[in-house]
């Protein structure tokens, strides 16, 4: 029998996803990962730690299978936490769920399980890897979960085929329903508990109090950017080639508070992100008002009424040489090559139609298009077909 250890978070897709890997005949270990402590930042009881880690020994004792807790917390603080107020002190939106996938679960788990002598790593994730043999070497392929709705392949945008050959994913095939149905059937304690949120193994958290344990609070400007602002004039670049088009579009508009007029304070720029809607706690505007851009050096936040403001809107995006990744590296494109693309640049958004072009300087995608809120610091990720190929962190 092949050895699997499966991470076992006490949720219904984790459980599941266990109870079908020993019915296939796999010898399963379930392991919990407890990779946080402060409870004092989530939002009442969401997603405590404690709960969940009880919730995984009793699916485990229910299963019959041997049930181990691995404490990561250090690790996740280093790589995950400090990466986050690294990047919001910065001026970026980080997204803390792809970086734990990369670099806790598919790496510091996945080293573990193997060192207890696992044949392969699972997670309950809504996703599936296909087998290819492509002149003469073994392909994995990370397509699309069946479901839709609950599809989490940009979840893992940043894994390499070393690690999609030593992980399965038991309920890629299924729908969610599918998944509690069984879970119900073969009386699971946690069948009908809600799907966790927030923060990856955090839980739900008040974004603005957790980052204010480390950038602490600094009054500054909110400009507000009218939509018929002659800043959004010279765009014409029709008369460009394509790499120039690229880059004059991808470096869009620098504002300056002489560009607009002051409707009031903030607490620091670091704690919104392009498109945000709350918190910026102004009033009195016909339309609600959307972060625009953010600069943490002048600490100055800029803001526009209504969601088609053309200060939302781009088509073009960069990834930087260093922050390109492909998952399917014999797909991978050399410079001044493009390539045809479905992409998305958030989670759950519907894929849309775009062009990679690659330079030395990196990966513009050029979406059919306009998209809104395009943020520094989020990822995109590139697919053919249902087959997720690249992705990086845009710039």
């Known amino acids: 029998m092949k050895k699997v250890v499966i991470a076992l978070s006490g949720g219904v897709d984790s459980s599941v996803s266990a109870y079908l890997l020993k019915k296939e005949g796999y010898d399963v270990v379930g392991l919990f990962m407890k990779n946080w402590h402060d409870e004092s930042v989530t939002i009442s009881d969401e997603c405590p730690w404690l709960d969940d880690s009880n919730d995984a020994m009793i699916v485990a004792q229910n299963l019959d299978i041997p049930f181990q807790t691995v404490d990561l917390s250090k690790q996740y603080n280093d790589r995950i936490i400090n990466y986050m107020f690294s990047e ?226 781009r088509k073009v995006l960069l990834i930087n040489a260093k922050d390109e990744h492909w998952v399917r590296e014999d797909l991978k494109i050399s410079d001044n090559e493009s390539i045809k693309v479905m992409a998305r640049i958030r989670y759950r958004q519907p894929l849309q139609k775009a062009t990679l072009y690659k330079f030395k300087e990196g990966i513009y995608i050029l979406f059919d298009k306009v998209q809104l809120s395009i943020s520094k610091g989020q990822f995109a990720a590139w697919y053919k077909d249902d087959e997720l190929i690249g992705s990086g962190v845009i710039s």
């Open 88 to 313: 919001y002190k910065n001026g970026r939106t980080p997204n803390p769920d792809i970086l734990c996938n990369r670099e806790i679960k598919f790496d510091i788990f996945m080293k573990i399980a193997l060192d207890l002598g696992a044949d392969f790593v699972a997670t309950g994730h809504y996703s599936r890897i296909v087998n290819d043999k492509i002149n003469g070497k073994t392909i994995y392929k990370l397509m699309s979960g069946v479901d839709k709705s609950k599809d989490q392949s940009y979840f893992l945008c940043q894994l390499n085929q070393n690690q999609l050959s030593k992980i399965i994913f038991p309920i890629g095939n299924l729908d969610k329903a599918k998944v509690r149905k069984i879970a119900n059937e073969i009386g699971l304690v946690n069948a009908s508990k809600k799907d966790s949120q927030g923060l990856c193994f955090v839980g739900k958290v008040k974004l603005p109090e957790f980052l204010k344990s480390k950038l602490k609070p600094k009054i500054g400007s909110i400009i507000q950017i009218d939509s018929l602002s002659e800043t959004y004039n010279d765009n014409d670049y029709s008369s460009l080639n394509i790499k120039e088009m690229l880059k004059k579009s991808v470096g869009g508009i620098k504002y300056n508070s002489k560009d607009g007029k002051k409707i009031g304070d903030h607490n620091g720029a670091y704690y919104f992100t392009i498109g945000q809607r709350k918190g910026l706690k102004v009033g009195g505007t016909t339309k609600p008002l959307f972060v625009l851009q953010t600069d943490v050096k002048k600490n100055i936040i800029y803001v526009g009424m209504g969601k088609d403001h053309p200060g939302l809107l």
